[in-house]
């Protein structure tokens, strides 16, 4: 959806180095996420936040730090990156809850060396 | 914790077949989505089902919810090869108060050979 932006689109990065994901939106919609997309696994949700001052934990937090630094922009950090986190990673957003219609970026492919 | 478990993980078909992917959930759903991801492509929204029991069609692709409100299906009468792509059920439950969890199954591969 074009609404939903995500940069970059392909990162390739080496184990120990800290990367930033970002994400911004056009949907005016107050919840924003972060997944992470492997193969066979499907989309497993990192971190949400509900609003500028409201950021919780998904099922995989670890290794992943995130903020929210306007209604429009959710970025994903990796602090050390390591080869394991080489995935598909996917922002969203909603208008309601979790429960509501997800809106997905285009996605960022990282590549951890 | 709730689990939703999707199958097929991969289906092959020839254009014209039918195709069906079934969701499956250990624990009572509120609702549940359904996503189509083309190749390369992301997450795309189709439709979500919240009663018990209710069938919902998009011009060839049927979606129910069953009775029990613990499994779903999506089924796409006379296969196209536009309809490639990974489609994934969406569940979501009640996870305290008003707090819901949304746990994606992991998806079904469909390739349509013409």
């Known amino acids: 959806d074009a609404d939903v932006t995500q940069t970059p689109r392909n990162r390739i990065t080496k184990t120990g180095k800290r990367i930033m994901l970002e994400c911004s939106q056009t949907k005016g919609h107050d919840r924003m996420y972060w997944y992470r997309q492997d193969p066979g696994l499907g989309l497993r949700l990192i971190y949400y936040?509900?609003?500028?001052?409201?950021?919780n934990k998904g099922e995989i937090s670890d290794g992943y730090s995130v903020s929210r630094q306007a209604q429009a922009k959710f970025s994903l950090s990796l602090e050390s990156a390591i080869p394991n986190q080489t995935a598909l990673y996917f922002c969203?957003?909603?208008?309601?809850?979790?429960?509501?219609?997800?809106?997905f970026g285009p996605g960022t492919r990282l590549t951890v060396l | 914790g709730q689990q939703v478990m999707q199958i097929p993980q991969y289906q092959h078909v020839q254009e014209g077949e039918d195709f069906t992917t079934y969701c499956n959930s250990s624990?009572?759903?509120?609702?549940i989505q359904w996503y189509k991801q083309r190749p390369g492509g992301h997450p795309v929204f189709l439709i979500q089902?919240?009663?018990?029991?209710e069938v919902k069609k998009q011009k060839r692709l049927t979606f129910q919810f069953g009775e029990a409100k613990k499994n779903s299906s999506l089924h796409i009468t006379a296969t196209q090869t536009t309809d490639v792509g990974t489609y994934f059920c969406?569940?979501?439950?009640?996870?305290?108060?008003?707090?819901?969890?949304?746990?994606f199954g992991k998806g079904t591969l469909l390739t349509v050979n013409p």
């Open positions: 936040s509900f609003d500028v001052k409201d950021i």
């Open positions: 089902l919240v009663k018990s029991g």
């Open positions: 969406a569940g979501s439950v009640t996870s305290g108060g008003s707090n819901y969890k949304l746990t």
């Open positions: 969203a957003t909603s208008l309601a809850g979790l429960t509501d219609t997800q809106y």
């Open positions: 624990t009572t759903l509120s609702n």
